[in-house]
Structure formats: structure tokens, C-alpha cells
């Protein structure tokens, strides 16, 4: 079946520090992208998504970009603050559902 | 404002008690979803429904019921038969079950059995 593969970590940077969070997927066919995230003790909010092969999500300094022909949606982000701590899930669009991965803490220390 | 509200925000329960999770929406979405999510694990499907007085299993729904008597709201029965019920468990709607569609969630709760 489908399933979504991300980086688990934890992770911890210091502030300002370059962000990476892999994210590849199995399903055929061209499935919509999502990268979700969840502050601690709160629901999942939508961070970005991506529809299409080539198309570039992007909200708040985070971008990924759907990579059809490595089956990628990596996380990206150029300085990260504090306030970006949290759990960090990338999801495809199944046939009814979303299918996530398992999700990945980060910690950005001051 | 329009979103998903769950109640309550914790729960206790006695071991072999059922309990119930509410989740009420006012985005006029058809779909609405529940998940577990556990430590390590990420989320897992447990119910969906995609419109009134109709739902689907997920991948985890031995244990769990629920209902979908009205658009706006989603409960969710823990019963007995759940041989591990302690987890987060959230809530979540979309405008009709369809890949492309965004989810919105609401803020969870916590369940633990004592």
C-alpha cells in the first residue's frame, strides 16, 4: 500500500541554522503532497502542499518542492527560529485518505 | 470562527468503562476523520466518514465506534474491547474525502485508562 517515509529524528539546531527534513513516498501516480505541523499539545495545522509534479509549496519560510522522478517532497527551511519547534509530518493523498509519516520533533535552541 | 472543536481536552477513564470523544465542526465540511497518535508512531486512521449516516473503518478500528447523525459533528466510542486505549486522539474534517483535499484538525484529547 501507500506509505510515506520522513526523517524521525529528534532533531535539535540553534537558531538561524539551515533546515532539512527528508520525505519520500511510494504511491503511483501523481498524489497531492501536504507537510503538516503540530506545536506541542495542539492539533495538526497545515504548513504547505503541492499538487502537482514541480510545484513548490511554501508558508511562513518553509518550502518543498514535488520531485516526481525521486518520488520527494523534502522540507526546507533557510533560518529557523524558536518558535518553529514542533513536530513536523509529511502526508500524500491516498485514494480516501491521507497517509502520513510518522512525523519528526524538532527543537531550536536560542 | 469557523473549526473543529474537541471535548474534552483530558479524559480519565476506569479500565472496562467505555467513553465517549466529541468532536463538533462549522466549516460545513462533508468528511470528517478520527486518529490515534502515539509516540513514535505518527497517525493512524481509526474511522472516516464521508456524509451523514455513513462511515468507513480505518486501519485501526477494533475497539472504537462511532456515529455520524448530523454533518457537524463526529463522536468517537472507546469501548472495552480497546486493549490499549490510553493516546491522543484528534479529530480532523475536509470539504469531501478526496486526495487533494486539506485537512483541518482540531486540538485533540488526551485519553488515559487508570
Known amino acids: 500500500g501507500d506509505s510515506v517515509t520522513q526523517m524521525e529524528g529528534p532533531v535539535t539546531l540553534s537558531e538561524e541554522a539551515f533546515l532539512t527534513i527528508n520525505c519520500t513516498y511510494t504511491?503511483?501516480?501523481?498524489?497531492?503532497l501536504f507537510w503538516y505541523v503540530q506545536y506541542p499539545g495542539e492539533g495538526l495545522q497545515l504548513l504547505l502542499k503541492?499538487?502537482?509534479?514541480?510545484d513548490k509549496g511554501s508558508n511562513k519560510g518553509f518550502e518543498a518542492t514535488y520531485r516526481k522522478e525521486t518520488t520527494s517532497f523534502h522540507l526546507e527551511k533557510g533560518s529557523v527560529q524558536v518558535s518553529d519547534s514542533a513536530v513536523y509530518f509529511c502526508?500524500?493523498?491516498?485514494?480516501?485518505?491521507?497517509?502520513f509519516g510518522k512525523g519528526m520533533k524538532l527543537t531550536v535552541n536560542p | 470562527d469557523g473549526g473543529i472543536t474537541q471535548s474534552p481536552k483530558y479524559l480519565f477513564r476506569k479500565e472496562g468503562q467505555n467513553v465517549t470523544l466529541s468532536c463538533e465542526q462549522n466549516?460545513?465540511?462533508?468528511?470528517m476523520y478520527w486518529y490515534r497518535q502515539d509516540p513514535g508512531q505518527g497517525l493512524r486512521l481509526i474511522y472516516y466518514?464521508?456524509?451523514?449516516?455513513?462511515?468507513q473503518k480505518g486501519d485501526i478500528a477494533e475497539g472504537y465506534s462511532v456515529s455520524r447523525e448530523k454533518k457537524e459533528s463526529f463522536p468517537l466510542t472507546v469501548t472495552s474491547a480497546q486493549k490499549n486505549p490510553t493516546a491522543f486522539y484528534l479529530c480532523?474534517?475536509?470539504?469531501?474525502?478526496?486526495?487533494?483535499?486539506?485537512?483541518?484538525f482540531g486540538p485533540g484529547t488526551r485519553l488515559t485508562v487508570l
Open positions: 480532523a474534517s475536509s470539504i469531501a474525502v478526496l486526495s487533494y483535499n486539506e485537512q483541518f
Open positions: 466549516l460545513n465540511h462533508d468528511a
Open positions: 466518514s464521508q456524509i451523514v449516516n455513513d462511515f
Open positions: 504511491a503511483t501516480g501523481y498524489p497531492s
Open positions: 503541492a499538487t502537482k509534479a514541480d
Open positions: 502526508a500524500q493523498g491516498g485514494s480516501e485518505k491521507l497517509v
